[in-house]
């Protein structure tokens, strides 16, 4: 059973499938969903940690009229989370599926962040008749891949005073011909400190961000002829709000820092749709939307980070710790 992984240019998370979904539904349908949620959850986690990061480069809100433009790009990183990379399956758990060494006793195997290899499996009838092996699909880690990357342009206005309005975009763009992504979210971020008469001679700036990032994606593999049936198609959808509190220097002319403590928290939908003709194994059927696999997290966040200002081009980096953490890395223009 082999996977593809879906990495795309700026913004980019991983859906996983099983190259033969003849082997993901030979132990029926509640076994193949089972599987898909224990497998998929890690990744689905680390990608909605990856696209809620990047809200912010300071605490100083703009004034009405100032603006600025980013492309930003994030990095989280799961190399030395083995705990994500692996699930305990124990065959007593599910109908149908079992190891082939030693059946009936539970091990780890790999999540699509993973890096298990050669775990063999089986799916017997009752009366002993038929009997189909084959392999678990392995991860991320195994092909060399060891964070989840995303990246957006995002906009920031100033308005009233100590009010900023923020944006993110990443118009749906088609990927090999079968595989769609886009990302839309927004923002607002108020800073505290304006509303205080000494204002302007107060070395930081304390502000609150809100924001909001929904992230879509669809990749059609009906003409793969993977297995026999019509419209197949993984559609995913992410959702993730970020809670913040931040702090930054304001005084310092080329370089000031920043940091914030948040809450990240968001869900993730990844449905497998069409029909799928199951034409070996002891359930042969039609199977039609077979399963969703969905998956919460959320969690506390800290960052620390610079940002450096030459005129009207800025470049931050901030590195971001959490359950899956991120580097961040900006490059801006604005005016004000």
Same mark, same amino acid.
């Given at each position: ?12 998370? #991983? ?13 029926? !349908?509640?076994?193949? =969903? ?20 990047? *809200?912010y ?33 124990? &065959? %007593?758990?599910?109908? /149908?599926?079992?190891? !082939? ?6 091990? &780890? ?10 775990? +063999? ?5 009752? /009366?002993?008749?038929?009997?189909? =092996? ?14 989840? &990357? ?56 304390? +502000? ?7 992230? #879509? ?6 003409d ?16 993730? *709000?970020?809670? +913040? ?8 002319p080329v370089? %000031?820092?920043y940091?914030?403590l ?6 993730s ?8 003709? !199951?034409?070996?194994?002891?359930f042969?059927? #039609? ?10 997290? +959320?969690?506390? #966040? ?35």
């Amino acid at each position: 059973m082999k996977k593809i992984v879906l990495l795309v240019a700026l913004a980019m998370v #991983t859906f996983s499938k099983a190259q033969d979904l003849n082997d993901l539904f030979v132990a029926g !349908v509640n076994d193949a =969903e089972r599987f898909a949620n224990s497998y998929l959850a890690p990744v689905s986690e680390a990608t909605i940690y990856s696209i809620s990061n990047g *809200w912010y480069n300071t605490a100083d809100a703009k004034p009405l009229g100032g603006f600025e433009i980013s492309i930003i790009g994030n990095m989280t990183g799961f190399k030395n989370k083995d705990d994500k990379k692996a699930f305990v399956l124990d &065959p %007593n758990d599910y109908e /149908n599926l079992d190891f !082939v060494n030693n059946p009936g006793v539970a091990r &780890p195997v790999s999540t699509a962040l993973g890096d298990i290899q050669g775990i +063999s499996v089986f799916v017997e009838d009752g /009366n002993g008749l038929f009997r189909e =092996e084959f392999e678990l699909p392995s991860g991320l880690a195994s092909e060399d891949f060891n964070f989840i &990357p995303s990246g957006y342009i995002q906009g920031s206005v100033g308005l009233v005073k100590g009010l900023e309005v923020k944006a993110r975009f990443l118009p749906k763009i088609k990927f090999d011909d079968d595989a769609k992504i886009g990302l839309f979210g927004a923002g607002i971020q108020y800073d505290f400190t304006k509303l205080l008469p000494a204002d302007k001679l107060l070395p930081v700036a304390i +502000s609150a961000v809100i924001g909001y990032t929904g992230l #879509t994606g669809e990749y059609d593999f009906t003409d793969s002829e993977v297995i026999d049936g019509s419209d197949q198609r993984i559609d995913a959808s992410f959702k993730t *709000w970020n809670f +913040s509190a931040v702090v930054s220097t304001r005084k310092i002319p080329v370089i %000031n820092f920043y940091g914030g403590l948040g809450y990240i928290t968001g869900k993730s939908d990844i449905d497998l749709l069409g029909t799928y003709n !199951v034409t070996s194994g002891p359930f042969q059927t #039609t199977y039609t939307d077979p399963f969703s696999v969905s998956k919460k997290a +959320s969690g506390v #966040t800290a960052n620390l980070g610079t940002k450096i200002k030459l005129g009207f081009f800025r470049l931050n980096a901030d590195y971001n710790f959490s359950e899956f953490s991120t580097f961040t890395f900006g490059i801006n223009f604005g005016f004000r």
